[in-house]
């Protein structure tokens, strides 16, 4: 009966899913704009001016975007929810969305990007721990891979139209994507996770029921029993930022998925798809830039879909290894080429393919890997008392890192060539590689709660029954009577 009932309200959650996904299609043009858009700039296509460094600063100004973002997501995703939080971050890409079409000047599509950034920085913080807390631990991987899959679908869209389109026909088609998903998004139900946190816990109830599509009301009170526990065992440390980087019992989380973002970044796939028009113009490729367009952006949209079918059935430590690795070597080996060619000054043309089959390979590696599990892997191995807290830490540590390493993206191009920046990519992927091999844990097919009594060992408090009546509900508000007749049905049960 349970195994019936799981099949029904799964295609609820993939449904939630996909509604709250829909906004990564937007998100996943954002990013893909500099792509097409650059070469634009580049060749006096647009009516605007700008320089290589203009281009730059156009490239990098969205990670402070994002990190103001998923600033902003830190003090709202607590206070109005979670689905408030993601139905307002369309909000700024609406607005950005807007001064595109219309801006004739370089300076505001700084302010362009940014908002784009923040918008995209609001939502991915939020979604990937909306979509974690509403998911059955057996498709939590697959369910938060919807998103990555969205993603992708919107790169697609951009390299496939960008470089067929004029500039202002591209900003006009930008502006439908995010009031799409605003329209598509206004059903989906608040976390159960988040009721329970606020002491509602007959609307916990009644979304599990929605989200679970459980009929039997002893299972449903079970795993409502269950999440209120863990919710209030969480609970009971702070949520501060203090807690979190103080605490020993999140110290490995937090190594974790700091080193996993590092190498992430490191590795330089969103670097390489931004300015990948001025790279394979450098590279000497007899294919046409649209053609590589289409090639890379549909690629990445079939990887999309082959890792959210992955994920949870090789396991993320086994991708994570083999990904991170195979970026590296790939990224050594465009290296070399440019190193052979911009250094040396040797003219290897039955070679030229080299940057683009290397490029495509590291996506493809790096897509069906690293890239999909870095925002799967976070939103599972933190608890909740400090998973806001902690996903608003590894989003604004990416985003500055992120910021650095695309604005010193032409200075080490100047200084070394395309081979140095390559070479730098690759040893950010092989850290990866060796950081999983040594530091990252197995979650596939585990609980929240197991995780964290894997990360934690003995520094877990795990409370029983009859302690969470004596110690957590000492006050007599609505919630926690709730929570005792609960305790009482399922001491009958026993």
């Avoid at 505001?108 to 990937?128: D, E, M, S």
């Amino acid at each position: 009966m349970m195994e019936k009932s799981d099949r029904g309200n799964r295609k609820v959650q993939y449904l939630i899913a996909f509604s709250v996904s829909l906004v990564s299609v937007a998100m996943g043009t954002y990013t893909a704009w500099p792509g097409p858009v650059m070469p634009k700039f580049h060749d006096n296509e647009t009516g605007i001016l700008v320089t290589d460094e203009e281009i730059s600063w156009i490239v990098a100004i969205s990670s402070p975007g994002f990190v103001s973002g998923n600033l902003i997501s830190r003090f709202v995703i607590d206070k109005y929810g979670r689905r408030a939080t993601m139905l307002g971050s369309v909000i700024p890409i609406i607005i950005a969305s807007l001064i595109a079409v219309f801006t004739v000047q370089t300076w505001p599509l700084y302010l362009v990007r940014f908002l784009w950034g923040l918008g995209v920085g609001v939502n991915a913080t939020t979604a990937n721990l909306y979509l974690a807390e509403i998911a059955d631990k057996e498709i939590r991987g697959s369910l938060g891979l919807i998103s990555r899959y969205m993603f992708s679908f919107g790169n697609l869209l951009m390299m496939c139209v960008g470089p067929f389109v004029s500039y202002k026909t591209l900003n006009y088609m930008l502006l439908g994507l995010p009031i799409i998903h605003l329209l598509a998004s206004f059903w989906i139900p608040e976390s159960p996770y988040y009721y329970l946190k606020e002491g509602k816990v007959d609307n916990a109830r009644k979304v599990l029921r929605k989200i679970r599509g459980c009929k039997d009301e002893k299972i449903l009170e079970d795993q409502l029993l269950q999440m209120h526990t863990d919710v209030k065992n969480d609970m009971r440390h702070s949520t501060s930022a203090r807690e979190l980087f103080t605490g020993k019992k999140y110290r490995r989380a937090l190594v974790i998925s700091t080193g996993l973002k590092f190498s992430q970044i490191a590795a330089g796939q969103l670097i390489i798809q931004e300015y990948l028009g001025l790279i394979m113009k450098e590279s000497e490729s007899e294919m046409a830039l649209s053609t590589v367009f289409i090639i890379v952006g549909s690629l990445r949209f079939i990887v999309g879909v082959l890792a959210s079918f992955l994920v949870d059935k090789l396991g993320r430590r086994p991708l994570l290894i083999y990904s991170y690795g195979g970026t590296g070597i790939f990224l050594l080996f465009i290296g070399i080429y440019f190193f052979l060619v911009q250094a040396l000054n040797i003219s290897i043309p039955s070679f030229n393919f080299v940057p683009l089959a290397g490029i495509i390979s590291s996506s493809i590696i790096s897509g069906l890997g690293f890239q999909s599990l870095i925002i799967v892997v976070p939103a599972e191995i933190f608890p909740l008392n400090v998973k806001a807290v902690a996903m608003t830490y590894i989003s604004v540590f990416g985003g500055a890192l992120n910021f650095v390493i695309t604005k010193a993206y032409q200075s080490i191009k100047d200084y070394s060539g395309l081979y140095g920046v390559f070479w730098v990519f690759a040893a950010g992927s092989l850290f990866g590689c060796i950081f999983s091999i040594i530091y990252v844990p197995e979650t596939k097919g585990k609980s929240l709660t197991e995780i964290q009594v894997e990360l934690q060992g003995v520094l877990y408090e795990r409370s029983e029954v009859k302690k969470l009546n004596e110690v957590i509900c000492q006050d007599d508000h609505d919630g926690c009577r709730e929570l005792k007749e609960l305790v009482s049905k399922n001491s009958n049960h026993v």
